[in-house]
């Protein structure tokens, strides 16, 4: 594992002044970012959210899936309570990189799923690794999450890269008319642990799209 620890600032936003921690991975020479609010180095559990990069819904308001959704209330939900932790993983598109996405959202324009896409391409249907994490959790003291997440395989995977997972605190949000099926796919063939009936409405979150 090559990654370092580069530098921190401040960073505010709209819900509270977090703390932004730059890591360099120099084996891929992707960059990562931890945003930590609050006391993580107590040893009590953080309320945590492992996030993997989507340009299109984190940053283009996309509403083909619900990344952008999860990313604004995760970070809201570790404001209200004043402490936790948002890694910001670099592995766009499931860890395919953002052209690939790009070629796989336009194979499912023609009628392909998530998983039907990134197999054409000749790609698993996910290819994230998140022991990536760990050297970064060590370096701010975190060592136990309450995870924010509905999704089984990211749980297994940071439990056998060592990370103990003390709570599996479900994200359930960004239902819109535009990710119904991609929300199915998720269920259906990821295995993610949720039901859409009881997904929170897109319109509850700040950023509206509907
Ligand atoms: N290859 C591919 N990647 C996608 C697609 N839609 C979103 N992504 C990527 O999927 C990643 C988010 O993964 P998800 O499975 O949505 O969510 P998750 O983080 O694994 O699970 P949760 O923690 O429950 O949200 C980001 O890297 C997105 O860029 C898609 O259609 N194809
Ligand atoms: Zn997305």
Wanted: hydrophobic content about 40%; aromatic content about 6%.
């Amino acid at each position: 594992m090559t990654i370092r620890f580069i530098a921190s600032s401040r960073l505010p936003m709209p819900w509270a002044t977090f703390t932004m921690h730059g890591f360099e991975d120099d084996e891929t020479g992707k960059d990562h970012v931890v945003l930590t609010l609050g006391d993580v180095a107590d040893g009590d559990p953080v309320l945590a959210r492992v996030h993997s990069e989507c340009l299109t819904g984190d940053a283009l308001f996309s509403m083909r899936c619900d990344c952008g959704y999860q990313l604004q209330v995760a970070l809201k939900r570790i404001a209200e309570e004043g402490r936790g932790a948002l890694l910001y993983l670099r592995q766009e598109g499931r860890g395919i990189g953002l052209m690939n996405k790009i070629r796989a959202y336009h194979l499912q324009d023609g009628g392909a799923d998530t998983v039907e896409a990134n197999e054409a391409l000749g790609f698993e249907a996910d290819m994230r690794r998140y022991d990536i994490c760990i050297p970064m959790l060590e370096k701010l003291g975190i060592s136990r999450l309450r995870l924010m997440t509905n999704n089984p395989r990211k749980v297994l995977s940071l439990q056998q890269a060592g990370i103990e997972i003390s709570e599996r605190v479900p994200l359930t949000t960004g239902l819109n008319a535009h990710n119904e099926q991609y929300l199915s796919t998720k269920v259906g063939k990821l295995g993610h642990m949720m039901a859409l009936d009881e997904f929170e409405a897109a319109s509850d979150v700040d950023r509206e799209r509907t």
